[in-house]
């Protein structure tokens, strides 16, 4: 059961880091080329979204991720990269109010609804996804496959020929 546990949550960090890189690299490119050069052309500058704090718990938690992978076997140094990961999501966690404040959800003339409405896509992208990352990592840290029992191999018994 651990073993599954082990490749269950290492799989699952796999999907989540890469579910989180490809939102948080989208919403930088999307703060970065559309919306903050939009906001310098009505002449309105001073209200642009700096992202150098979602920047930084990106990197953190992909730092945290990268050093995951390569300590994990390592008991002594693998809590490092624990810590590394509960930084950028408590990063997460705190950037999540100063974005839903920056991007509210409005409407446009056309009917439709542009921002970040407060349910669905602020708090799963940045906030839950973040979370998830550090308690995948839970399990790895905790049972090393060395210290898992091996798999029993199953015997093939065969009878030995008669001789005479």
């Not at 974005?99 to 009917?111: E, Y």
Request: with cysteine; glycine share 6%; aromatic share 12%.
């Amino acid at each position: 059961m651990k073993r599954f546990l082990l490749t269950g949550s290492r799989v699952m960090l796999w999907i989540w880091m890469v579910m989180l890189l490809a939102y948080q690299i989208a919403v930088i490119y999307a703060i970065l080329w559309l919306n903050n050069p939009h906001l310098r052309e009505v002449d309105r500058a001073a209200d642009q979204y700096n992202p150098v704090w979602l920047i930084l718990a990106t990197l953190c938690l992909l730092a945290g991720f990268i050093l995951y992978l390569l300590m994990q076997n390592h008991r002594k140094l693998a809590p490092w990269a624990m810590g590394l990961a509960c930084l950028g999501a408590l990063l997460f966690c705190i950037l999540v109010f100063d974005l839903g404040r920056a991007f509210p959800l409005r409407a446009d003339g056309n009917g439709g609804f542009y921002g970040l409405d407060g349910t669905v896509k602020l708090y799963w992208r940045h906030m839950i996804l973040p979370i998830l990352i550090p308690v995948f990592m839970i399990p790895a840290l905790s049972w090393r496959k060395e210290d898992l029992p091996e798999k029993k191999r199953k015997r093939k018994i065969t009878a030995k020929p008669k001789r005479g």
